[in-house]
């Protein structure tokens, strides 16, 4: 009875930390976890035999960061394979939209892939700012995969020291 009590505890400790690490996995990923809508110009075709693919193909991560300083918020989102004309960015009152379309490209040599991950189609990121900004003045960059937008802050979020006088 005492080794099955032990293996009862064991399996509870191996669920929770499961659960724990999923969970973790969940948050970081919340936001970066992008549905891909395909069409017929930018899916794959289907898989073929000895073709390891996971099923659904059609979400991504497309991680990203949020940096805040003094004057500004600069947005790093990671989208490779992609050229700058691909993607449409858009400030609607406190969100970052990313749009974008990412096209499959054939392999042009005889074979077969053995796994398929990488999803395709367009997608659009909507990613909450901290503070009101001028989109008017917005700067964006792409760079080796890396988007990086640049979004200067509106001048009431500001902050101003106040000098105190004694009078």
């Known amino acids: 009875m005492e080794k099955l009590s032990e293996l009862k505890h064991g399996l509870e400790e191996a669920w929770h930390s499961v659960a724990e690490g999923w969970r973790h996995v969940r948050e970081r990923a919340a936001g970066a976890l992008t549905r891909f809508t395909p069409s017929s110009k930018t899916s794959p075709p289907p898989a073929t035999t000895g073709e390891v693919q996971i099923p659904s193909t059609s979400w991504a991560l497309l991680a990203g960061d949020v ?52 999803a395709y189609g367009s997608f659009h990121r909507a990613i909450p700012l901290p503070v009101a900004v001028l989109s008017e003045k917005a700067r964006a960059r792409y760079t080796n995969g890396v988007l990086r937008i640049e979004l200067p802050k509106a001048e009431h979020v500001k902050g101003r020291r106040i000098e105190i006088r004694t009078d």
Not at 68 to 86: A, I, S
Not at 93 to 99: G, K, P, T, Y
């Open 67 to 118: 940096f805040e300083d003094e004057e500004r918020v600069v947005v790093r989102l990671e989208v490779p394979g992609m050229e700058k004309h691909d993607l449409e960015i858009e400030v609607r009152s406190d969100v970052l939209v990313v749009r974008g379309e990412k096209r499959y490209e054939h392999e042009s040599s005889e074979g077969r892939y053995r796994i398929r991950q990488c």
